[in-house]
């Protein structure tokens, strides 16, 4: 549904044919826009959401790259902020029903995706979105409000692999192939959904170090190896530290437990589910490791990869 071209907006419609084009990986086109690679009917949504979303001083968004771990990072979100109204030992907790993306809805994706006003009454505050807009196209009113924003990476070598399986899942409709190398190639030139890479991450990575307190920047590695330390830094930045009580109830490790990759992707929702947009759920879960891609590359791959990492994150304090 992202990838098709019909019933577009005619203000979307008469920019595509002037934008820059190139064949995406899963056989629709990727346009760029303002400098970010992206499929029309995303581009619809961004450009909406540009538009018309009003941020609120005490939103939260969280911003990632494609396949960094949004899932796990939505329902940590979902769960920390949420833990007065939805205490994380509730038998009904919504993360154990519902998808972390139906909680988390994306703005650009969903909210705005068809270019429609979202009806914003059944939010409660502080309003929780999620995103995969580079910085520089960020709703302005994002910027201007004291909006908090979370941003998420993942190593790119496995990036890339959770991508190239998500998009051969994805692929099986369209009945089209491409190999591992060619897609790789396209990541390699920056050719991927909100693709360069390198330059997603290293906008949010400079906005996070000049303006520590508007975002905060993690990593999945971070999350994976020490996630009570980064859960109790997430909770700190956004000025809802745990107390010592819900420390020592079990609140810290319970939110980590139910947001687990193996609960999560065990729950009958995240198994059979399906979003509105056809996705089954559980294709967002698929092993949730770190270093997979070690059995997928081969050494000519490691060595591309390891130097454009070299080349473009010299410099910038940020380590794959
Ligand atoms: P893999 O394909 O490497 O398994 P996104 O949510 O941004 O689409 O990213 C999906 C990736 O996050 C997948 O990686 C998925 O398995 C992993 N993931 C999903 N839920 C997770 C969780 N609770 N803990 C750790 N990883 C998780």
Request: glycine residues 4%; contains cysteine; neutral net charge.
């Amino acid at each position: 549904r992202y990838l098709q071209e019909d019933n577009l907006s005619e203000e979307c419609k008469k920019l595509l044919p002037i934008l820059p084009k190139e064949k995406g990986w899963i056989g629709s086109y990727i346009y760029n826009y303002q400098g970010c690679w992206i499929p029309p009917r995303l581009l619809q949504g961004m450009i909406a959401c540009q538009q018309r979303f009003q941020a609120e001083d005490s939103d939260i968004i969280l911003v990632t790259t494609p396949k960094s771990g949004t899932t796990w990072l939505k329902s940590l979100l979902f769960a920390l902020i949420y833990r007065v109204k939805h205490p994380i030992f509730e038998p009904n907790h919504p993360l154990l029903v519902k998808s972390p993306h139906v909680l988390v809805p994306f703005l650009e994706h969903t909210l705005y995706v068809d270019g429609q006003v979202p009806d914003f009454s059944t939010f409660t505050s502080p309003r929780l979105f999620a995103t995969h807009v580079p910085f520089a196209s960020l709703p302005k009113s994002v910027l201007d409000s004291k909006t908090k924003l979370v941003y998420l990476c993942r190593n790119p070598k496995d990036t890339f692999i959770s991508m190239w399986h998500f998009a051969n899942n994805l692929r099986l409709h369209h009945k089209d192939t491409s190999s591992i190398h060619e897609m790789f190639d396209l990541f390699c030139e920056g050719l991927s959904i909100y693709g360069p890479f390198w330059n997603h991450v290293l906008d949010y990575w400079k906005q996070s170090i000049e303006n520590p307190n508007k975002v905060f920047f993690l990593m999945y590695e971070e999350i994976k190896e020490k996630p009570k330390i980064q859960l109790k830094r997430l909770a700190e930045f956004l000025k809802i530290p745990f107390s010592i009580e819900e420390e020592n109830c079990g609140v810290v490790d319970e939110i980590l437990r139910v947001c687990s990759f193996e609960n999560l992707r065990s729950l009958e929702v995240n198994t059979n589910g399906k979003l509105s947009t056809g996705e089954g759920n559980k294709a967002f879960f698929r092993r949730g490791e770190i270093g997979d891609w070690r059995n997928y590359f081969t050494t000519e791959m490691n060595y591309k990869l390891n130097h454009i990492i070299e080349e473009k994150f010299q410099g910038s304090g940020l380590k794959f």
